[in-house]
Structure formats: structure tokens, C-alpha cells
């Protein structure tokens, strides 16, 4: 199985940053994709950021030009970083990898336990 560890949630003033990090850990044959969900009180999941293993990324329009999510591939991490933060970020932030944990197993989807983005208005 793999496990994700996040950190870097907190509470940051509006134009701020913060970097998110999330390590993958335990059996892990392959990763595929990294990225970060959020979710705010009352709305739905939604994507935020993914990167494949070779490096292409998508973003949603709404944090496009000010977050940055980017993957060592060596520590199996991923990283986001997030500027000129506004109100309306303000979630929890969920990692997400697609990674097999042995070369016999199915490409499985895992997630994290969430860290919390708080930018108050």
C-alpha cells in the first residue's frame, strides 16, 4: 500500500503564500500522477493541480499564473505552491497520487488525509 503524508496547510493573509508538500511512501513499484484536490465548506471536491512522471501538468483556470505544482521523482514527492493567495482558496487540500504498489497490482488512486488552507477575508 502507499501512504501519503501532507504538510504546509495554515492560516495566510490574502497576497500571501504557502507550499504544500506531500510524500509518498510504503510499496510503491510506480507513480503516475501527482496532484492536489481541495474542497471548501459546502462545495464539491475539485482539482487543483496534477503533474505526470514526465512532467506535464494541468491546472484548474482558477489558480492558473499563481500556483505551481511540481514532483521529485526521486523522494516521491510533490510539491504546491501557491501565491498571491485569495479568500476564495481557503480548504482543505487533499494529495493524490496514481501509482501501483507492485508491478502486479492495478494502478490504484490514493489520497491523503488533508491539510487545511485558511485566507481570510
Known amino acids: 500500500q502507499v501512504q501519503l503524508a501532507e504538510s504546509g496547510g495554515g492560516l495566510v493573509q490574502p497576497g500571501g503564500s504557502l507550499r504544500l508538500s506531500c510524500a509518498a511512501s510504503?510499496?510503491?513499484?510506480?507513480?503516475?500522477?501527482m496532484g492536489w484536490y481541495r474542497q471548501a465548506p459546502g462545495k464539491e471536491r475539485e482539482l487543483v493541480a496534477a503533474?505526470?512522471?514526465?512532467?506535464?501538468?494541468n491546472y484548474a483556470d482558477s489558480v492558473k499564473g499563481r500556483f505551481t505544482n511540481s514532483r521529485d521523482n526521486a523522494e516521491n514527492t510533490v510539491y504546491l505552491k501557491m501565491n498571491s493567495l485569495k479568500p476564495e482558496d481557503t480548504a482543505l487540500y487533499y494529495c493524490?497520487?496514481?501509482?501501483?504498489?507492485?508491478?502486479?497490482?492495478?494502478?490504484?488512486?490514493?489520497w491523503g488525509k488533508g491539510t487545511l488552507v485558511t485566507v481570510p477575508s
Open positions: 493524490n497520487v496514481v501509482a501501483q504498489s507492485s508491478w502486479y497490482a492495478a494502478v490504484r488512486s490514493y
Open positions: 510504503g510499496s510503491i513499484y510506480s507513480i503516475n500522477l
Open positions: 503533474i505526470s512522471s514526465g512532467g506535464n501538468g
